[in-house]
């Protein structure tokens, strides 16, 4: 569709105006005799501007009949009413000509990946890094920034990742214009599961004091307040019988236990911290298909300060993207500054901190049962300690291997 445009707006087209009450069925036609029409909007119900190739425009008329529309033209656009206009200006033509035939050549190849999907890592890092496995692996099968499109086997990229990455569950390729998407599903680590059939215990994965232990299946060597280590094993997968004997099975049970999350920190009352200044400065680079030109002698006038980078790809249409990347720095000037902080409130910005450290240990923030903070004051400095109490599930089912 995208080459169809880009033909189109070299050969010439028109913006059209489609006046009637069967606007539905218009399009409908349009679409069966695979005439592109593209920028449709519509006014009211019965009125529709959209944009046509001039060779496409001459096929109208049958279908106006048919569906008793009126079509007027708006305006007219593209290279041939480019070139009438400007015919008696011959080298401005001949740049015009030149550019045109640069991007029409341009548009078979990929100057742009979108990456989607990719939650573990940033988009940016992706991006300015080139370090993500997913930009590496479709280097090395046939995707990258430059490729001719002719030469892209999407299936064979998409086998041929989903062979080599288990943590990728699902990864789907589309081209639109000079622009790829890929787009992917991550997967998470499973646990490994065990066949019914299969003997096997239960075992501890984290240390804690057992709270509730129900044994569907197996003999249960802890009770309900034991403390328990990693690894210790809860329920053994046999049952023994007066007369029966050792019968080996696949132990079940749901065990829960309390489980302590904690963190300590020590911190000086007296800190040196970045005070932002409000001075700032711009450097710029163009990068033109990995060559990079600095429009810049130094790399900051300031001595200590921050950088936020800005990259900015050109593209003429939406999907339509060149090999020119304008970079954009931007440095924002800091200082240092000595900061006397009470106790209470270093205490409360520490506990703060700590938090958001043991929430990303903490799956579901909704088991936390208990939270205590322990302050420890000392002549120029402070202790923070913060412990969580957590009801989690810690059973985890271990092979018996005779």
Same mark, same amino acid.
């Given at each position: 569709?995208?080459?169809?445009?880009?033909?189109?707006?070299?050969?010439? *087209? #028109?913006?059209?105006?489609?006046?009637?009450?069967?606007?539905?069925?218009?399009?409908?036609?349009?679409?069966?005799?695979?005439?592109?029409?593209?920028?449709?909007?519509?006014?009211?119900?019965?009125?529709? *501007?959209?944009?046509?190739?001039?060779?496409?425009?001459?096929?109208?008329?049958?279908?106006?009949?048919?569906?008793?529309?009126?079509?007027?033209?708006?305006?007219?656009?593209?290279?041939?009413?480019?070139?009438?206009?400007?015919?008696?200006?011959?080298?401005?033509?001949?740049?015009?000509?030149?550019?045109?035939?640069?991007?029409?050549?341009?548009?078979?190849?990929?100057?742009?990946?979108?990456?989607?999907?990719?939650?573990?890592?940033?988009?940016?890092?992706?991006? /300015?890094?080139?370090?993500?496995?997913?930009?590496?692996?479709?280097?090395?099968?046939?995707?990258?920034?430059?490729?001719?499109?002719?030469k892209i086997n999407a299936n064979s990229v998409i086998n041929k990742i989903r062979l080599d990455r288990e943590d990728i569950a699902w990864i789907g390729i589309d081209i639109e214009g000079t622009n790829a998407i890929v787009e992917i599903k991550e997967t998470s680590k499973a646990p490994e599961i065990i066949n019914e059939n299969? $003997?096997?215990?239960?075992?501890?994965?984290?240390?804690?004091?057992?709270?509730?232990?129900?044994?569907?299946?197996?003999?249960? #060597?802890?009770?309900?307040?034991?403390?328990?280590? /990693?690894?210790?094993?809860? #329920?053994?997968?046999?049952?023994?019988?007066?007369?029966?004997?050792?019968?080996?099975?696949?132990?079940?049970?749901?065990?829960?236990?309390?489980?302590?999350?904690?963190?300590?920190?020590?911190?000086?009352?007296?800190? &040196?911290?970045?005070?932002?200044?409000?001075?700032?400065? /711009?450097?710029?680079?163009?990068?033109?298909?990995?060559?990079?030109?600095?429009?810049?002698?130094?790399?900051?006038?300031?001595?200590?300060?921050?950088?936020?980078?800005?990259?900015?790809?050109?593209?003429?249409?939406?999907?339509?993207?060149?090999?020119?990347?304008?970079?954009?720095?931007?440095?924002?000037? $800091?200082? *240092?500054?000595?900061?006397? $902080?009470?106790?209470?409130?270093?205490?409360?910005?520490?506990?703060?901190?700590?938090?958001?450290?043991?929430?990303?240990?903490?799956?579901?923030?909704?088991?936390?049962?208990?939270? &205590?903070?322990?302050?420890?004051?000392?002549?120029?400095?402070?202790?923070?300690?913060?412990? $969580?109490?957590?009801?989690?599930?810690?059973?985890?089912?271990?092979?018996?291997?005779?």
């Amino acid at each position: 569709m995208f080459l169809k445009i880009l033909l189109n707006y070299i050969l010439g *087209y #028109v913006n059209i105006k489609v006046e009637g009450f069967f606007i539905e069925r218009f399009i409908n036609i349009c679409i069966s005799k695979k005439i592109l029409l593209w920028n449709m909007k519509r006014e009211k119900s019965t009125i529709l *501007y959209a944009n046509i190739g001039i060779q496409d425009y001459k096929k109208l008329k049958n279908i106006a009949k048919k569906t008793k529309t009126r079509i007027s033209i708006q305006s007219k656009k593209g290279m041939p009413f480019l070139l009438h206009r400007y015919r008696k200006r011959k080298i401005f033509v001949g740049l015009l000509a030149i550019i045109f035939i640069a991007l029409f050549m341009m548009s078979k190849f990929i100057w742009n990946i979108e990456v989607k999907g990719n939650t573990r890592i940033s988009k940016i890092e992706i991006l /300015e890094e080139l370090t993500d496995f997913k930009i590496e692996e479709l280097s090395k099968n046939g995707l990258k920034i430059g490729t001719y499109k002719g030469k892209i086997n999407a299936n064979s990229v998409i086998n041929k990742i989903r062979l080599d990455r288990e943590d990728i569950a699902w990864i789907g390729i589309d081209i639109e214009g000079t622009n790829a998407i890929v787009e992917i599903k991550e997967t998470s680590k499973a646990p490994e599961i065990i066949n019914e059939n299969e $003997y096997c215990n239960i075992i501890s994965n984290k240390e804690g004091m057992i709270t509730k232990i129900n044994v569907q299946n197996g003999t249960a #060597v802890v009770k309900e307040g034991d403390i328990v280590k /990693e690894g210790d094993t809860l #329920v053994l997968g046999y049952l023994e019988g007066k007369y029966t004997g050792i019968r080996y099975v696949h132990a079940k049970a749901d065990i829960e236990a309390k489980i302590w999350y904690s963190k300590k920190e020590k911190v000086f009352l007296k800190q &040196q911290i970045q005070v932002p200044t409000g001075a700032t400065e /711009e450097k710029y680079t163009l990068n033109i298909n990995n060559f990079k030109i600095n429009f810049y002698k130094t790399l900051s006038k300031f001595e200590n300060y921050d950088t936020i980078n800005e990259n900015k790809k050109l593209k003429l249409l939406s999907n339509f993207y060149l090999p020119i990347e304008i970079i954009k720095k931007t440095n924002y000037e $800091y200082k *240092y500054e000595e900061k006397i $902080y009470t106790e209470e409130e270093l205490a409360k910005l520490t506990e703060e901190k700590i938090e958001k450290d043991l929430d990303e240990k903490v799956s579901q923030k909704e088991n936390i049962i208990n939270k &205590q903070t322990n302050i420890y004051p000392n002549e120029d400095y402070i202790e923070v300690e913060v412990i $969580y109490e957590v009801l989690e599930n810690i059973g985890s089912e271990d092979k018996i291997i005779f």
